[in-house]
């Protein structure tokens, strides 16, 4: 039946697919790490503090010296195509784009900074989408992280007068395929090494201790993760928890304090990789490799080397559509 005349245009029906990742400044300066800190910072699932209190810490301290410092550090990883956290994330999309076809509009988003969920959201909607799954790209589950994706792409919804229908990604930190992937990594990285690794060090992005206490699941997620990597890989893991930042007590063990005691106990020889993030971003190019490489060697260390994250690589796009196509059953045909 052919529509009336005016009618307006309604394009055919489509699935959208939108991957999420935690952010990025829109430049390694540091007015634009300001505004990125600004919208990070304020979140409540990111800083639990009441905002009362929060409120004149963040604009009358942090937001007047820590844009100067970071600015410093993405400097050091910047990459011509921009922050490596938003390119790693537009390539990862391109590529599941090409691994799904036509039948489905592969997006991606950043919960902070641009390009940003609700605008992602309304572009795939304007497409035809009337069905999206949000695919936040944490495999171990945080409020901080994974729930503050979802939040902002309800918020978007509750602007919307015609709704797409939604799914989000749940988190798969011991999916089968995740630790494979991990563990093929791991081995092809320590292949190419001309030494062996006395140690190898699994990081993940700290949280206040508190969040563990309040019923997050991070912890456990993370302590799973790095276990049954360890089975799969025949050998000790070591875990560690970076990033700490504030006064509070923080998930232990440290990252910087781990590497330190490991070379102080003789470990010449380490590797180290971030099974939470499917990313390359400040935290590991900056922070692992650069930082913590120095606190390594200086404590008595000698070869370091850390493991890449499976960013756009085939075993992470393998992983991301595995991940993908189990959650879209039933709006598409899955092989």
């Known amino acids: 039946m052919s529509e009336p005349a005016g009618h307006p245009v309604i394009p055919p029906p489509r699935i959208g697919v939108l991957l999420v990742n935690l952010g990025t400044p829109d430049a390694p300066e540091p007015g634009a790490v300001r505004r990125y800190l600004a919208e990070f910072l304020a979140d409540r699932r990111v800083v639990e503090i009441p905002p009362i209190l929060w409120r004149p810490i963040l604009h009358g301290i942090i937001l007047r010296t820590r844009p100067k410092k970071s600015a410093h550090a993405y400097q050091q990883v ?9 390119a790693i994330t537009a390539e990862q999309a391109a590529a599941l784009q090409a691994v799904l076809g036509g039948e489905v509009m592969v997006y991606h988003a950043m919960r902070y900074g641009r390009p940003a969920i609700a605008e992602r959201i309304a572009a795939l909607k304007a497409l035809g989408c009337d069905r999206i799954l ?3 790209l944490y495999p171990q589950y945080c409020a901080a992280t994974t729930a503050t994706a979802n939040d902002a792409a309800f918020a978007a919804l509750a602007d919307m007068r015609w709704q797409p229908a939604i799914r989000t990604l749940p988190p798969y930190h011991d999916d089968p395929a995740y630790i494979d992937a991990l563990a093929t990594s791991v081995r092809d990285a320590l292949a190419g090494l001309d030494w062996a690794p006395d140690a190898i060090v699994a990081s993940f992005h700290g949280m206040p201790q508190r969040t563990l206490a309040l019923g997050d699941p991070y912890h456990c997620h993370c302590q799973k993760t790095a276990r049954l990597l360890s089975e799969a890989l025949g050998r000790e893991i070591v875990i560690a928890f970076q990033s700490r930042f504030g006064k509070a007590k923080w998930l232990e063990p440290a990252t910087d304090a781990t590497l330190e005691r490991l070379a102080r106990e003789g470990k010449r020889n380490l590797a180290i990789l971030a ?12 922070e692992l490799e650069i930082r913590g490489r120095q606190s390594f060697v200086a404590a008595g260390g000698k070869n370091f080397h850390l493991i890449p994250c499976l960013n756009a690589s085939p075993l992470g796009i393998d992983l991301i559509a595995h991940a993908v196509r189990r959650e879209l059953q039933g709006w598409i045909t899955v092989a």
């Open 78 to 86: 910047w990459r011509e195509d921009g922050s490596p956290l938003a």
């Open 134 to 136: 949000i695919a936040p």
């Open 275 to 286: 099974p939470g993030f499917s990313a390359d971003c400040l935290e590991t190019l900056e």
